[in-house]
């Protein structure tokens, strides 16, 4: 009896992935639980596994299709002794042939059709809005820009009626008018349909290449614009003076037991700040807000494909040398492509840190639905004041950005209050208090 394959859903947000490869051709014997095919989801390569023994006697989705949803057939698996479906596929053409025999009798209606046709021609001819716009444009006292001319079609306002403050009518002359007739939300409606409408053009200038986005990238982008757009998010930033940490770290690594590095420490020193100010590891429901127990942090991890965050699970019950071995085990897996889907989703923390490259702070974006992300900066050698005299010391600069929906601001300088006395006085993530 033939089996269905059908995609699975692989994560809670995923909507669509892309077939990348076949791992088995048609007319192959396949094994229940054996690698049949990889997909890419928005972070990582995923190999689906056969659901029964058999043949697999037809591929539905051939490799390479992009945006194949989740419960859709990609393959039909049969009993041993079935044949390859291609085979059925050969009659197909023969049946569509009857058709296109019938296809020229219907013809014959479509024939007076040319007698309505001067009709609706010049009925499009009005429908083209820009003579308006033209006729606005020109009766204005002075002219308008582009976008403007653009906002007032819209928006159903003369430009004429709409006085300038500069030279030429602009933007923020049509949002004045929009404002003062008590319509402001419509300002905004109004731009967002005008940005949507009219996308600004790439100039093709000089030698350059497209590249088209893989899934991981695409879908950054979707969510991170999502983000940017519909969360209100507030910055914190604190200055941090390492030099504890750093000689904490130092000690560490000589006593030859393990390696760790400064994300190590920081991740170990959040997840004890979160357990001071719980409130932080939360997310927003919409009508109220969700706080978890567990302290899962994800950490923003490049790879050639794109930003992806593996998730270090329980990080409130860890020491920074388990949490170490986690994030070293986690990030190789990201690099090659190798995460499951577990491993990269439903982190309750983001931790960004782009020290490593030099940069000196960072202002992160939030990732939804987690309610915070903190950005860590470079280590810089910096003189700073000890007991009334200037010294020589190390400073890390950390931001984090909030969901104004979830916490207040109150909430989140407690959590920088509580994360810097710890970065700043390591002993407690030496010992995991």
């Known amino acids: ?143 308008a820009t582009a976008l403007a001319a653009k906002m007032a079609q819209v928006a159903g306002i003369d430009l004429a009626s709409i006085p300038a403050q500069g030279r030429r009518i602009s933007k923020a002359d049509v949002e004045a008018v929009l404002l003062s007739r008590g319509i402001g939300s419509r300002a905004q409606q109004v731009v967002t349909t005008v940005a949507t409408a009219q996308p600004i053009p790439v100039p093709a200038i000089g030698i350059f290449e497209d590249k088209p986005a893989n899934v991981v990238r695409r879908v950054t982008a979707q969510r991170l614009q999502q983000s940017k757009q519909t969360v209100p998010h507030f910055y914190l930033q604190n200055n941090c003076r390492v030099d504890k940490l750093l000689a904490l770290r130092q000690q560490i690594n000589a006593s030859g037991a393990v390696k760790i590095t400064v994300t190590d420490l920081l991740v170990t020193a959040v997840a004890l700040a979160v357990r001071r100010v719980p409130a932080v590891n939360s997310a927003w429901l919409g009508d109220g807000v969700r706080v978890y127990q567990s302290v899962d942090i994800a950490v923003a991890v490049a790879t050639p494909q794109g930003l992806i965050t593996p998730v270090v699970r329980g990080c409130e019950q860890k020491p920074v040398a388990a949490i170490s071995r986690d994030l070293k085990d986690l990030s190789e897996k990201a690099r090659n492509g190798k995460l499951k889907p577990e491993e990269y989703t439903n982190g309750t923390f983001t931790i960004s840190n ?71 006085d390591p002993i407690a993530i030496a010992l995991g208090l």
């Open 354 to 424: 782009l020290g490593m490259y030099g940069v000196t702070s960072i202002t992160p974006i939030l990732n939804p639905p987690q309610c915070c992300i903190l950005g860590v900066g470079a280590t810089e050698s910096v003189p700073v004041v000890e007991n009334g005299a200037i010294v020589p010391g190390h400073v890390m600069s950390l931001t984090l950005a909030a969901d104004h929906r979830a916490i207040d601001g109150v909430t989140g300088a407690e959590f920088m209050s509580q994360l810097r006395k710890l970065i700043e």
């Open 1 to 143: 009896m033939a089996t269905e394959f059908r995609l699975p859903q692989l994560t809670e947000s995923m909507a669509t992935v892309k077939v990348s490869t076949w791992l088995k051709k048609e007319g192959d014997t396949v094994t229940k639980g054996e690698p049949i095919a990889e997909v890419e989801t928005d972070k990582t390569s995923v190999e689906l596994e056969a659901p029964e023994s058999g043949v697999l006697v037809k591929i539905h989705v051939p490799a390479g299709s992009d945006k194949v949803a989740a419960g859709t057939v990609i393959a039909t698996i049969g009993a041993a002794g079935d044949a390859p479906a291609p085979a059925a596929s050969a009659p197909t053409p023969k049946a569509e042939a009857p058709k296109a025999v019938l296809a020229p009798a219907p013809a014959a209606p479509p024939a007076p059709a040319p007698a309505p046709v001067p009709a609706p021609v010049p009925v499009p001819a009005p429908v083209a809005a820009p003579p308006p716009v033209a006729a606005a444009t020109s009766g204005a006292k002075v002219p």
